[in-house]
């Protein structure tokens, strides 16, 4: 099975693949460059942030290379045979780098060992549940076969949410001035950006196998991905700066 473009899908797609690759390398380096702007006891989230991005770029750079080499022309290659394109990239980074985001929250917060450990024991295995029980609907041609891991999917994302605002909301009282509310915007862009993938995972199932569907699901994957992961490092720095200033740390830093 192949989809054909036509050549200003064709480059807009090969475009956002660019962008995705480039923003996660720049916010690798400069969350890496930034571990000297916090206290050291917040730098474990930085480097998690870094090691988020740097995940993601490496699987970009695989995507955009499997894009070009699956396209004779602008005729590409979905049919899920060897050298077609390859859409279980994205699902190998974000079982990295899904349970990396949850854990970064928690460790930018600093919160008593044992809170940590808990939260981390729980968010850690839904989030991996919930990434790979959403592959076999994405790669599934069965409507039935792609909603039933839909929905199974969906079970351990609504427990993260449940985790992440009542479980985590009882330890942010105790939070620096401001930092409450910024955890608080970083929850609402990881349900804004999340929100994206199950939208994108059910055009797949009502959608055909049209240019259009092709070229939505991939921009709308890679503008979820830059948000959720290059903004939401971009949050944690800012969090992690806020906690450094509040226990001493001098503002010029």
């Avoid at 005729?75 to 990239?89: P, R």
């Avoid at 076999?136 to 041609?141: A, L, N």
């Avoid at 862009?189 to 929100?195: D, M, S, V, Y």
Wanted: with cysteine; aromatic share 12%; glycine share 6%.
């Amino acid at each position: 099975m192949s989809v054909t473009l036509d050549s200003n899908q064709w480059n807009l797609v090969y475009a956002v693949f660019s962008f995705g690759l480039v923003s996660m390398l720049a916010c690798t380096v400069y969350t890496l460059v930034s571990q000297s702007r916090v206290l050291a006891k917040y730098r474990n989230a930085l480097v998690m942030s870094s090691m988020v991005t740097f995940i993601a770029a490496y699987h970009y750079w695989r995507i955009f290379n499997s894009f070009t080499e699956s396209s004779e022309g602008m005729v590409v290659n979905v049919s899920g045979e060897q050298g077609a394109f390859n859409e279980a990239y994205r699902y190998v980074d974000w079982l990295l780098t899904v349970p990396l985001l949850l854990v970064e929250v928690i460790a930018v917060l600093a919160l008593a060992a044992a809170v940590a450990k808990s939260l981390i024991m729980r968010l850690v295995p839904a989030a991996a549940a919930m990434i790979a029980l959403g592959y076999p609907g994405e790669i599934s041609s069965d409507q039935n076969t792609q909603v039933l891991y839909g929905v199974l999917s969906t079970i351990p994302f609504l427990y993260i949410l449940y985790v992440l605002f009542v479980e985590l909301g009882k330890s942010l009282e105790r939070q620096p001035a401001g930092v409450a509310e910024t955890v608080g915007r970083l929850r609402l862009l990881l349900i804004a950006t999340w929100g994206v993938y199950p939208i994108a995972y059910i055009f797949n199932i009502v959608g055909d196998a049209s240019a259009s569907s092709f070229v939505t699901v991939q921009v709308g994957y890679t503008i979820a991905d830059v948000l959720a992961k290059c903004v939401f490092g971009l949050t944690i720095l800012k969090i992690a700066r806020m906690k450094s200033h509040a226990e001493g740390m001098p503002a010029d830093h």
